[in-house]
């Protein structure tokens, strides 16, 4: 059990070291993005080191993974203790986090609503005049299948609009000839944001499972690891 335990999560470090990996890479797009935005939080600007903050959680959990692996296989008692202290400190802080964002949720909603309107004010300002920007949301708007961060508004006045009396393809229904402001007003295509809560929402229960399953997989190692480390040497 010991062995499947950490080497589940031997894999999943090194899953997310690849993906961290490749977030530092391509670091350039996002801050292309954030760069646009004026008088953003300095917090949010930090975003762009979130490559390198999965590279580090990525090597953490490969490193525990190969402790609880050794440990068990070579019945050490100090890579057990090592172990069931590492995932101790990470079950800790998983729960201090959940309470925190519980307490302070209605910062966080303020906080994200700020960011909203700096977000929108970028988009009138650059949409449709820098083209790596027009890109991004052109892409995220595809994939989303949303309009602008809060709807078509986001567009009014920026330089597309100005320049072609039409909105971006995805602010309209499918069967629309001719986006333009009426068609865009009567397709009432939502948010990118408010997408993405919905979408959050609607895996709500997946989520919560997924979470619940890490916890009992934490608690099940630690207790598995303190009574490897109790009957070693018996």
């Known amino acids: 059990m010991m062995f499947v335990f ?32 004026e008088d953003a939080p300095p917090e949010l600007a ?24 050794c440990g068990a296989v070579k019945e050490s008692k100090c890579m057990l203790l090592t172990f069931f202290i590492i995932v101790l400190i990470i079950f800790l802080v998983e729960v201090a986090a959940a309470v925190v964002l519980f307490v302070f949720e209605p910062v966080v909603q303020e906080t994200l609503n700020e960011i909203g309107q700096k977000v929108a004010k970028s988009i ?24 602008g961060y809060n709807n078509y508004t986001d567009f009014s006045g920026s330089n597309f609009v100005e320049e072609t009396s039409m909105y971006p393809e995805k602010c309209c229904s499918s069967g629309s000839q001719r986006c333009d402001e009426r068609a865009a007003e009567d397709a009432v295509i939502a948010g990118c944001f408010r997408t993405l809560v919905k979408l959050i929402e609607d895996n709500a229960l997946l989520l919560a499972g997924v979470a619940l399953g890490i916890a009992a997989l934490e608690i099940a ?5 303190m009574i490897l480390y109790k009957n070693v040497g018996k």
Request: proline content about 1%.
């Open 6 to 37: 950490n080497g589940i999560i031997f894999l999943a470090g090194a899953a997310v070291l690849a993906v961290g990996i490749w977030v530092a890479v391509d670091r350039v797009s996002l801050l292309g993005f954030l760069e646009h935005i």
């Open 46 to 69: 930090q975003l762009a080191n979130i490559g390198y903050l999965l590279i580090g959680v990525g090597a953490f959990l490969a490193i525990m993974g190969f402790l609880g692996c």
């Open 124 to 147: 009138k300002d650059n949409y449709g005049k820098d083209e790596p920007f027009s890109s991004i949301w052109n892409t995220t708007m595809n994939e989303l299948k949303c309009c």
């Open 221 to 225: 190692a630690m207790v598995v690891s």
